[in-house]
């Protein structure tokens, strides 16, 4: 099992800047890539940005410029720099992890999700 926490949402004025902090404990070594995803009232479950194993990193094209996704393997821990924040990134962001991994002949499908943190960003 993989257990995520998020830290470091809050209110902040439009341009300027949070950092988002993800700490995984338990099956670490099953991690595979890991990510942000976000949710704004009335809307569905986006994904912000991802990091894979080799240290690439995906973006949505709403924050491509603005965010920027790494991690720290000795910490088990995700961030995510948030930079020229706008109204519309307001959302609840939550930290995910693949922890897919095989099981003798069968490959088990595993996400874990964090509790999410507020993020809100003020016009």
């Known amino acids: 099992q993989v257990q995520l926490v998020e830290s470091g949402g809050g209110l902040v004025q439009a341009g300027g800047s949070l950092r988002l902090s993800c700490a995984a404990s338990?099956?670490?070594?099953?991690?595979?890539?890991m990510g942000w995803y976000r949710q704004a009232p009335g809307k569905q479950r986006e994904m912000v940005a991802v990091?894979?194993?080799?240290?690439?990193?995906d973006y949505a094209d709403s924050v491509k410029g603005r965010f920027t996704i790494s991690r720290d393997n000795a910490k088990n821990t995700v961030y995510l720099q948030m930079d020229n924040l706008k109204p519309e990134d307001t959302a609840v962001y939550y930290c995910?992890?693949?922890?897919?991994?095989?099981?003798?002949?069968?490959?088990?499908?595993?996400?874990?999700w964090g509790q999410g943190t507020q993020v809100t960003v003020s016009s």
């Open positions: 990091i894979n194993n080799d240290g690439s990193g």
């Open positions: 338990g099956s670490t070594s099953r991690i595979n890539a």
């Open positions: 995910n992890a693949d922890g897919s991994y095989y099981s003798g002949w069968r490959y088990l499908k595993r996400d874990y």
